[in-house]
C-alpha cells in the first residue's frame, strides 16, 4: 500500500494495517503500524481533502470589522 519511515527501525518500510485519514487542518495522512517492530507509523500525503460542495463560505457581517457601533445607525 503506502511506504514511510519507521523512527524505531531507522528503515522505509510498507505501512501495515494502513487506514487514509484527514488531520485537523483538512490535510491526508495514512496512519498504520511498522510490519517488524509494530511501532505507529504516520504519513502525511500531499494537498487537502475535498469539501463537500454543500459548504457554504460564511456570509460577511455588514459594518465596521473591528466590531465598532455603524455611525450611520
Do not use: H, Q, W
Amino acid at each position: 500500500m503506502a511506504e514511510g519511515y519507521c523512527v524505531k527501525c531507522k528503515a522505509k518500510k510498507e505501512i501495515a494495517d494502513a487506514v487514509e485519514e484527514v488531520m485537523k487542518n483538512g490535510r491526508k495522512a495514512i496512519k498504520g503500524r511498522c510490519p517488524t517492530c509494530g511501532t505507529v507509523m504516520f504519513k502525511i500525503l500531499g494537498g487537502k481533502a475535498t469539501v463537500p460542495a454543500a459548504t457554504a463560505p460564511p456570509a460577511e457581517k455588514s459594518g465596521d470589522p473591528a466590531g465598532k457601533p455603524n455611525p450611520s445607525s
